[in-house]
C-alpha cells in the first residue's frame, strides 16, 4: 500500500502539470487567434483607425495606429477633465468656483446648458460632469476658456500626453478652416485610463472621482453596446462627420483598458466595429 501511494503522486502531480500547460496553450492560441482577427478587421475599416487594448491583469497588448494622432472630437474632453481635477489637486483651481455661461457661449448639439433660458451660473465641478456624461459642449468650451488652452496644453505635457493636443475651440469654423484640430493619441489616452484604473493618477482621490464621472457617462452604443448590463465601463465618446471614437476601462473580470480612433470612416460601420472587438475581448476577459 505504501509503495502504491507514492507511486501515484508522481502520476498525478504529471497529468496536473500536463493539464495546465495544454490549458496554457489554448489560453494562447485563443489570444492569438483574438488578436488576428482584431488586427484583420480594424485593417479592412474604412479610413484611417487606430486602436489600443491592455489587459489590466496580464498586460497584454493589442495595437494598431496605436501612436497615431488622430481628430478627437469629444473624446479631447477626457484629458481636459483630468488636467482640470490635476490643477485642483495642486490648489490652483477651485472647484466650487461659480462661472457664468453667456447665450453667446451656448453650442448647438450635445449637452444640456444650451437648453436653459438666461445665463445660467454652473460651478467648475458640474460643469466637468455635464462636459463628461453628456459630452456637453457649451461646458467644454466654457472650461476651455476659464482655464486658458496653453495652459490645458501645458498641463497634458505634464501628464505624458505628449502628442494629444487641444488647438481650438468647439466650433470654432475659423480655426477649423486654418486646419487647427483637436487631436488625441490612443497609447497615450489608454495610459491615462490606466494610471485613472490603478489610482496612481495624482492621486487615489482624483483618479476615483475621475473614474465616477466616466461611469456616469450616457452615450453607450459604443464600447458597451453589446456588453453584457452587469459590467461596468468608464469611458468618452466622441462624434463627428466621418469621425467616431470611444476609449476606456472596462471592468469585466480581467478589467482592460480599450481605445478605438476613426477617421474619414464610414461611422455606422466602425461603431459596429467597436461593439464586436468590445465584446470579443470581454468574453476573452
Not at 480655426?175 to 485610463?193: D, H, S, T, Y
Not at 453584457?228 to 463627428?240: F, M, Q, S, Y
Not at 472596462?250 to 480599450?258: L, R, S
Request: net charge negative; aromatic share 8%; with cysteine.
Amino acid at each position: 500500500m505504501q509503495s502504491q501511494k507514492y507511486s501515484f503522486k508522481p502520476k498525478y502531480a504529471q497529468r496536473r502539470r500536463f493539464y495546465s500547460v495544454w490549458c496554457f496553450d489554448q489560453m494562447r492560441g485563443m489570444i492569438i487567434a483574438m488578436k488576428n482577427m482584431i488586427l484583420e478587421k480594424l485593417k479592412t475599416a474604412k479610413g484611417k483607425v487606430g486602436f489600443y487594448y491592455k489587459n489590466l491583469v496580464t498586460c497584454e497588448e493589442i495595437c494598431f495606429n496605436e501612436n497615431d494622432a488622430f481628430l478627437a472630437a469629444s473624446v479631447i474632453k477626457l484629458p481636459i477633465l483630468a488636467e482640470i481635477f490635476r490643477q485642483s489637486a495642486l490648489k490652483s483651481a477651485d472647484m466650487s468656483e461659480i462661472i457664468t455661461v453667456k447665450n453667446s457661449e451656448k453650442m448647438p448639439s450635445c449637452g444640456a446648458l444650451t437648453l436653459f433660458t438666461g445665463e445660467p451660473t454652473v460651478d467648475i465641478r458640474t460643469l466637468c460632469n455635464l462636459m463628461i456624461a453628456l459630452s456637453d459642449n457649451t461646458a467644454t468650451n466654457v472650461l476651455m476658456k476659464h482655464f486658458n488652452i496653453d495652459k490645458l496644453n501645458s498641463g497634458f505635457r505634464e501628464i505624458g500626453l505628449e502628442k494629444t493636443k487641444i488647438n481650438r475651440l468647439l466650433f470654432d469654423e475659423e480655426a477649423q478652416e486654418q486646419g487647427k484640430e483637436n487631436v488625441f493619441v490612443p497609447r497615450e489616452i489608454g495610459c491615462l485610463l490606466e494610471q485613472i484604473y490603478h489610482k496612481t493618477f495624482v492621486n487615489e482621490q482624483v483618479s476615483t472621482e475621475i473614474e465616477k464621472i466616466l461611469l456616469d457617462q450616457q452615450i453607450n452604443h459604443k464600447i458597451p453596446g453589446k456588453l453584457p448590463d452587469d459590467i461596468r465601463v468608464a469611458h468618452k465618446t466622441g462624434e463627428d462627420d466621418g469621425i467616431t471614437n470611444d476609449v476606456g476601462i472596462v471592468y469585466a473580470d480581467e478589467p482592460f483598458i480599450i481605445v478605438f480612433a476613426s477617421n474619414d470612416t464610414d461611422v455606422l460601420e466602425f461603431e459596429q466595429i467597436i461593439r464586436e472587438i468590445s465584446y470579443q475581448c470581454c468574453k476573452l476577459s
